[in-house]
């Protein structure tokens, strides 16, 4: 009888075993699905920045920076836009010829070391009135609009070649993409006015990345500017789909 209760209770815990292994490996298998599946991400900034990170690159380490007005801040659209809607405003003068500024965003939750496609849409205000004349270049089609993403967080590094800002990616160079980065458009309005109109751009073709061991890719936005003066852009909208 006792070997019996034995080899009863021997069954019963390889069965109760069995089905916790069971379930253990479905849970497993749920959650990479849900990790894997294909992901959206809409920025309207209505209340904050959405960790959006702003940076300037491609301008000299100096003192008297002051002169190239570096802003990057949380705030609403300009008139005659809806003032009442969120925005993202980045400013700067390029007085270095070259000014790169950009925002970025990291994402994680991904599959490690996967590859993965994405897309990413942008709307912004811009006051650059479609074939104007500037110094340098002009103040719209001067100024290209570019998105890439990287494993690895985007920053600006001392060259001590020169001791200037520049990338740690490779964001290509004015109107010319990268590696890392590909133009997307300019920063011309589409009008003859010097007035803020919206406009929005898309990456033609989906970026090709993959996440690093953790699972984490970054993305990066900008504009790398020829027209040698004030470029003031209000980032309204961002979409960006990941799968």
């Known amino acids: 009888m006792l070997i019996n209760n034995e080899n009863k209770m021997n069954k019963l815990i390889v069965i109760v075993f069995t089905i916790f292994l069971t379930t253990f ?68 003068t390029n007085r270095s010829d070259d000014l790169f500024m950009f925002i970025k965003k990291k994402f994680n939750g991904l ?57 740690n990616l490779d964001k290509g160079n004015q109107q010319i993409g990268g590696n890392d980065m590909k133009k997307i458009g300019d920063f011309s309005n589409g009008t003859d006015l010097y007035t803020y109109k919206l406009k929005t751009l898309k990456t033609i073709s989906p970026l090709y990345i993959k996440s690093n061991s953790n699972g984490e890719i970054w993305l990066i936005i900008g504009t790398d500017s020829g027209f040698e003066s004030t470029t003031t852009i209000y980032y309204n909208l961002i979409k960006v789909n990941i799968e």
């Open 25 to 92: 490996i479905s849970c497993q298998k749920d959650d990479e699905a849900k990790s894997d599946v294909p992901k959206e991400f809409i920025y309207n900034f209505q209340t904050n920045s959405e960790d959006w990170i702003g940076d300037f690159a491609d301008y000299p380490n100096q003192l008297n920076i002051e002169n190239y007005n570096l802003e990057f801040s949380y705030t609403k659209l300009p008139e005659p836009l809806n003032v009442n809607k969120g925005a993202l405003k980045q400013s700067g």
């Open 111 to 167: 599959l490690p070391n996967k590859n993965y496609n994405i897309s990413i849409e942008i709307e912004f205000a811009t006051n650059a009135a479609s074939g104007g004349v500037g110094v340098g270049g002009a103040p719209g089609e001067g100024v290209a609009i570019k998105a890439g993403a990287s494993t690895f967080e985007p920053l600006k590094v001392i060259d001590n070649s020169d001791n200037w800002y520049r990338m």
